[in-house]
């Protein structure tokens, strides 16, 4: 929540350069910046470019006589004036001299008398014996009024009244086709055919309207205030249930996983069955195989060497049992019961075809329209 300083400060202080307004001038939009900070700001910009606001970011034209030409900022204004004013009667603090007694003075200090009156007619700081022509002017007398604090502000509200183009004339009248105030030259000068009224008139119905529509903006403040608390709300339930919709992927994907896992880990024990099971028939087959070539290998070389270097007696003796061996041998079917491992391939499902299927699952964003506005539920 903005304290009262820091409230004060954005009220006196230029949203550009963070320092006190210089000159302030208000956008359509009522946000106020010192003329030089806008000048900077859109120094590439021409008169009857549409610019935006720094702050709102609300678009305006820039007047025909560029942006010294937007209005000037009436409270921020009164409130520069006031201050050169108290500044420049600041003096009264102190002692202050007569202007016509130091005007007629030879240079000696003592002759001056000390200033008690200021006329705002001749905007003159006057002694009591100076001031007294001013009281009896033929043409009526001026205004006459006591230095010190009650009177500065007295030409505050003064200067605050003053004509812009004629500065020493009061602005009595109010233009409704120029939206200015004027002052009675102003009006036989360049207003005369224009729609105007009593400054105090037209002022008081512009407080009623402006009271009127401020009434509105107050309810619109309330209004707008609810709108965003709920809004504040509606978000932080969103965002609480795309959280457990988040939560939901994760666990959807992750039994995905543990699905993948298990499809493969069986995959991968299949195979290593087949491989087993191939790895030991192939191997009892070698095994067969190995022990009947020494076995045919063996009958052959004694068959040979009874044969090449055998006697008759010695064929005739050992010839029925080398026929024996020889015929159990050939008699093995150990050829034609030959094994060889099956052939594995392996098939990968095709991942093209899977993306045409929500695997995971699916978020659908549903959109509750009512009176206070767009809420989304998220399911999986």
């Given at each position: ?131 007294r022509p001013h009281r009896r002017w033929a043409g009526g007398a001026h205004q006459l009024k006591p230095l010190g604090a009650e009177m500065e502000q007295e030409l505050v509200q003064l200067q605050a009244s003053a004509c812009d183009t004629h500065r020493d004339q009061q602005a009595e009248l109010y ?206």
């Amino acid at each position: 929540m903005a304290t009262a300083t820091s409230a004060t400060t954005d009220l006196t202080n230029c949203p550009i350069c963070l320092d006190t307004f210089d000159n302030p001038k208000s956008l359509p939009c009522l946000h106020a910046f010192c003329l030089k900070c806008l000048q900077g700001y859109f120094a590439e910009k021409c008169p009857g470019n549409e610019i935006p606001c720094p702050v709102c970011r609300k678009e305006f034209e820039i007047p025909s006589d560029g942006l010294g030409g937007l209005q000037q900022h009436c409270l921020l204004g009164l409130q520069q004036t006031g201050a050169d004013i108290l500044n420049a009667c600041g003096e009264e603090i102190q002692e202050v001299r007569c202007v016509v007694c130091l005007e007629e003075s030879d240079g000696s200090a003592e002759e001056i008398a000390t200033a008690t009156v200021y006329c705002v007619d001749c905007k003159q700081k006057l002694c009591e014996r100076c001031s007294r022509p001013h009281r009896r002017w033929a043409g009526g007398a001026h205004q006459l009024k006591p230095l010190g604090a009650e009177m500065e502000q007295e030409l505050v509200q003064l200067q605050a009244s003053a004509c812009d183009t004629h500065r020493d004339q009061q602005a009595e009248l109010y233009c409704h086709q120029c939206n200015e105030n004027i002052c009675i030259l102003c009006y036989a000068i360049k207003h005369k055919n224009h729609e105007s009224g009593k400054i105090l008139d037209v002022a008081e119905n512009f407080r009623r309207e402006i009271d009127a529509k401020d009434k509105k903006i107050v309810a619109s403040i309330s209004a707008v205030r609810h709108l965003l608390d709920e809004r504040k709300e509606d978000l932080s339930k969103f965002l609480s249930d795309a959280g457990d919709v988040e939560k939901t992927i994760c666990q959807a994907v992750d039994e995905i996983k543990m699905t993948v896992d298990r499809q493969a880990r069986e995959l991968m024990s299949e195979l290593e069955s087949v491989k087993s099971d191939c790895t030991k028939q192939a191997q009892a087959l070698q095994d067969r195989l190995q022990l009947m070539l020494v076995a045919m290998e063996s009958c052959h070389r004694s068959t040979r060497e009874l044969l090449d270097e055998g006697r008759p007696n010695d064929i005739t003796r050992a010839g029925r049992e080398l026929l024996d061996r020889a015929t159990e041998l050939l008699q093995n079917d150990v050829i034609t019961r030959d094994f060889r491992p099956h052939h594995v391939t392996f098939t990968p499902a095709d991942v093209t075809e899977l993306t045409r299927f929500t695997l995971v699952g699916k978020v659908i964003v549903e959109s509750d329209h009512n009176q206070s506005g767009m809420v989304y539920v998220l399911h999986l």
